[in-house]
């Protein structure tokens, strides 16, 4: 079993359309995010949760609404989205907050398709 | 402002060396990351650096040097497997994590 799945692995939808991607760790990690990465640039933050609480939100376009409802669990609810929102989502757990000396652990991600 | 430079793409030899470069300028910072991500597959982290010098983990070394802002992953004994985007990240004075846009390495037979 892999430590950070991400469902659905492929995503096709309408800008009118209302979707959810789920992420799971099985680490025992207190710390989840959500990344966006598009081809050729750096992945952007967009969500950290800590301990369940959510800690950043990086100015991210209310259409992505982020929801943990415990520590091994992260959604991302996504609702009339734009084509320029196509991309891939990656999940990542760390075991805290603080990036210093903590790895990240990503999930394979979600391919999302706006249509 | 916040910049993670790397080139976008190189291109080695099956067996042969390679190195990539990055350089960042940042506010603070407490340590640089390497990820390798093959293509839709996860990042994976390589290797992690705070101080100054070179770590070295098999085939793979990474160097720094804080003053100039810069290091570099270095990969011996190429394999068709290496093959893949490496990914710098730079983590400030407030945690924040700053990633670079990755290189695409191609190996070649």
């Known amino acids: 079993e892999t430590g950070v799945t991400q469902t659905p692995r492929h995503l096709v939808m309408g800008m009118t359309n209302k979707k959810s991607l789920k992420c799971e760790q099985h680490l025992g990690h207190n710390a989840m995010y959500w990344y966006k990465q598009s081809a050729k640039k750096p992945l952007e933050l967009m969500f950290v949760?800590?301990?369940?609480?959510?800690?950043e939100n990086n100015s991210v376009p209310s259409r992505f609404s982020p929801e943990c409802p415990n520590s091994s669990h992260l959604f991302l609810h996504l609702h009339t989205l734009q084509p320029e929102d196509s991309a891939l989502y990656l999940c990542a757990s760390s075991q805290d907050r603080d990036q210093n000396t903590g790895e990240l652990f990503f999930g394979e991600g979600s391919r999302l398709t706006v249509l | 402002g916040q910049n993670i430079d790397q080139p976008t793409e190189m291109t080695a030899t099956e067996g042969a060396i390679v190195q990539i470069n990055c350089t960042y300028q940042t506010s603070g910072f407490n340590g640089l990351f390497w990820y390798q991500q093959h293509a839709g597959e996860a990042p994976t982290f390589l290797s992690y650096?705070?101080l100054d010098g070179l770590e070295e983990k098999g085939r793979f070394s990474s160097f720094l040097s804080r003053s100039k802002g810069y290091s570099y992953l270095l990969l011996k004994e190429l394999q068709m497997k290496d093959s893949a985007s490496y990914l710098c990240?730079?983590?400030?004075?407030?945690?924040?994590?700053?990633w670079g846009a990755g290189t695409k390495l191609i190996i070649k037979p």
């Open positions: 990240a730079v983590t400030e004075s407030n945690y924040q994590l700053i």
């Open positions: 949760y800590n301990f369940k609480e959510q800690t």
């Open positions: 650096n705070v």
